[in-house]
């Protein structure tokens, strides 16, 4: 959302799938009643919804979403004679002038642009590789591809040693699930050409790039996919480094969120090395290391985290509703006394009490135990949101 606005680009549609109330508030919040100034432009939720002729209701794949909503795109698109339209994927982190990417594809007179990153030999079978001519035009896509598939989607990437230095670790070329598309082509292959496909990556992309003109558009900056719990666990982390990757502090192009008009963090002896403190914190005589923290979190003494992403909570407990939740024999919200936690993502208004401890010691690497409060993925010990952990627990 953020790009889009430092891009000009302010006629967006936000396509939502299930579980989306809290996204709905967040993105009315700070896109709808956030302050941001609109001339000509908006931004339209369409959640996911029962179609009479469909028989599920949730978005099938990234095509199927914008086709069961075509009517309404049409409509507008139409009405505003917009000619090109930008379709983005939502988990991903990276800083783009999404206006040079419409442009090149203007330029090339492109049916479909795809835009593209150099990535290592681990990453590329979880993404898109792409095989291109010196003129860009894509000649061949593939999705995920594994073994000796993987090893014809090698490119020589010795033209981008200016940017991304060693080319030998970056030996692939791969989708970043970023396209402009004409709008007239898009409709045709939506609604004539494949109307029984339901993903662009793994299935109507490989199609296109036989029959349309799509090109190529090499980004060499930042760019981290945080569609799982690892990815979004590292680059959050990765934040706390000096200097980051990745660096939200750029004043010609912002990153809007919903304003909170929450006071300063309160620090009573802590220790932090590291981190990032997010507004309305009370931390006391804690130890913080390679963690983020975030909004209305509160860690009481003793309190030790360490590779942690804390994602905070929605409201505060004062004083005398905490004394009571004591008084009761319940964990209040936040972090009780002398609990150390590391390698931890901790989802919002997660109750943990006193003496607690969350390492993963064993190393297990996946687990379920959600009556319990907490599910471990790749090896992360992940906290639910609205969790109790009680006194005493060792997980």
């Known amino acids: 959302m953020s790009n889009c606005f430092n ?93 040079e990417l419409v442009q090149k594809h203007v330029d090339d007179n492109a049916d479909i642009t795809i835009s593209c990153v150099p990535v290592d030999e681990s990453r590329a079978s979880d993404y898109g590789p792409v095989k291109f001519d010196n003129t860009g035009c894509v000649l061949q896509f593939f999705e995920k591809p594994m073994g000796t598939d993987l090893e014809s989607m090698r490119v020589d990437t010795n033209f981008l040693s200016y940017a991304i230095g060693d080319t030998y670790k970056y030996p692939y070329i791969a989708s970043m699930g970023v396209y402009v598309f004409k709008r007239d082509a898009l409709f045709n292959l939506l609604k004539s050409k494949y109307a029984q496909l339901h993903d662009f990556g793994s299935e109507i992309l490989p199609r296109a790039v036989l029959e349309h003109n799509v090109q190529a558009c090499i980004f060499t900056g930042y760019w ?92 505060y407990e004062t004083e005398a509703e905490t004394s009571k939740v004591l008084l009761t024999g319940k964990v209040p919200i936040g972090i009780g006394e002398n609990t150390k936690i590391r390698n931890c993502i901790i989802d919002m208004n997660a109750r943990i009490g006193k003496n607690v401890v969350i390492a993963n010691n064993e190393g297990i690497q996946g687990a379920d135990h959600p009556e319990d409060g907490y599910y471990i993925r790749s090896g992360i010990v992940v906290i639910l949101k609205n969790a109790t952990i009680k006194d005493g627990s060792v997980i």
């Open 224 to 315: 981290e996919d945080i569609g799982t719990i690892k990815s979004f666990f590292n680059a959050n982390l990765a934040l706390t480094e000096q200097p980051p990757k990745f660096e939200f502090y750029d004043p010609k192009t912002p990153f809007f969120t919903s304003p909170r008009y929450l006071p300063p963090t309160r620090l009573e002896k802590c220790k932090i090395k590291d981190a990032i403190i997010s507004d309305g914190c009370l931390l006391s005589e804690c130890t913080i290391e390679h963690s983020v923290i975030g909004v209305h979190s509160r860690l009481n003494s003793g309190c030790e985290l360490k590779d942690t992403m804390m994602m905070g909570a929605d409201l």
């Open 7 to 99: 891009s000009g680009i302010n006629k967006i549609f936000v396509m939502t799938q299930f579980n989306s109330a809290s996204l709905n508030r967040h993105i009315h919040g700070t896109y709808l009643g956030g302050g941001i100034n609109f001339t000509d432009g908006s931004v339209q939720v369409l959640a996911a919804t029962q179609m009479p002729e469909e028989p599920a209701g949730w978005f099938q794949g990234t095509a199927d979403a914008i086709r069961k909503f075509i009517w309404v795109l049409q409509d507008y698109y139409n009405h505003k004679n917009i000619e090109h339209i930008l379709i983005l994927c939502a988990d991903q982190l990276y800083r783009m002038n999404y206006m």
